[in-house]
């Protein structure tokens, strides 16, 4: 769908998300939820998961907390809070560990809830989650794990969610049993190598994926992460070994990276957003530098943004980054790359490149009656034929709505708000850069 012309802003479309999504509001005696696509006869591209911080109540209750600081209005911080209820009482039924599509990410959205509303019963109930995480923990191959799986799907990003857990309740026992888990993932020798099997349908059994939801990259990160948070080397050199082959497996050309989606059968698709592309590679890749300080890491996150550039898009489609918009692999993930470097670095080509970004979003966005603004996209690149509009935060409305409240806040030098980023971004929580503080 080719951008809409007319006075939008990324404030105002935002405002705009947040009316499509509360028409999608369902109440009852456990509070609120959503209906992940509200549409007459709409089917949700990704059903089935009313409490995730993928496309459920926890993605889009930080959504609401982000709105209500952005306007002032707080009758958003009061849709927040229903949903932070239906949280409460409902993430018992959860089986799901993981943070993006299970309890790790419930944990993160109530930890956000109770720190921005002061209601304590909100951080009481994430440290009940995080208790329930900690004991559902098991021995695999002489470690301590869950799934067994170390990608951010899986054990990855239950870890993340783990460290945040304990830095922001004060529970060091939560940062404790993240370290051990993080030990058994840093004893492989390519950390997060092997993701074929069971991480997607349409990939060859024996795909290798780089990637960062489901590969190397995002496994990297979380390497990285565990060495800023101990100091301990071998989290260090583990996080090297996997940003080593990342490296090895990308194209580079022309100071430009591009990373393969999946070896050795897609080689040359090469995706650019967040889950399985340049995006989300990019943040390991700051990551790195940021505890570690070595240039050559930041070097390759400009290349991985020049490649985002010179792609062509968001006016051109390729064949990794098609008729989709959201966070997960769509224009609102790679927005969310060029307002955190603009923050980084302060190059003002990030900003300006993140604006084009914006842009694309506000005049994409479908406003054909009065239930506000909505996206829809071909979210499986596989199946064209499948557009949906959702409402949820990695896939749909919530998010790419946060994602502008993002570019908005970075153009407000005088009226910088604390932005809520979800454990597996790396970039500054106020998206300005420092000299935007200094008077002239």
Known sequence: MSPEPGNEGPLSTAVGAARWIRSAAVDDERGRHWRANPDPRGRAAVPGQPLSLYSGAAGIVLFFLELAAATGDESYLDDAVAGARYLVATWRDQADLSLHHGLAGVMFALTEAGWATGESSFETEAGAVADH??????????GLGWSGD??????????????????ILGVPAYQDVAVEAGARIAELVVP??????????DLPLDAVTPGFLPGTAGTAFLLARLYGV??????????????????????????CAMVP????????????????????????FYELYRVAGDDSDID?????????????????QTNGYWNVACQCCGTAGLLELFVGL????????????????????????????????????AYRRLRPWEVTADTGYMIGAAGIGAALLHLDAATRPQEARRLILPPDNPFPAIPLPIVTFRQP
Not at 348 to 357: G, I, N, P, T, V
């Open 342 to 377: 603009w923050a980084a670095t302060g190059r003002r080509s990030h900003l300006e490149f993140a604006h084009k970004l914006g842009e694309n979003l506000v005049g994409r966005a479908s406003r054909h009656d009065e239930g506000g603004s909505r996206w829809y996209q």
């Open 133 to 142: 995480i900690v004991r559902s923990a098991r021995s695999i191959d002489g």
């Open 230 to 255: 101990t100091g301990q080397v071998r989290f260090l050199k583990a996080a090297r070994r996997g940003a080593d082959f990342v490296r090895a497996v990308s194209t580079v050309t022309e100071r």
């Open 261 to 284: 989606h999946h070896l050795p059968q897609g080689r040359e698709l090469h995706y650019l957003g967040f889950c399985s592309g340049s995006a989300g590679v990019a943040r390991m």
């Open 192 to 201: 997060g190598h092997r993701f074929g099997e069971g991480a997607c349908a």
């Open 150 to 167: 170390p990608a951010q799907r899986g054990d990855g990003g239950i870890i993340l969610g783990l460290l945040h857990a304990a830095g």
């Open 300 to 316: 390759w996150v400009e290349r991985l943004a020049r490649g985002i550039v010179r792609s062509g898009v968001p006016g051109r």
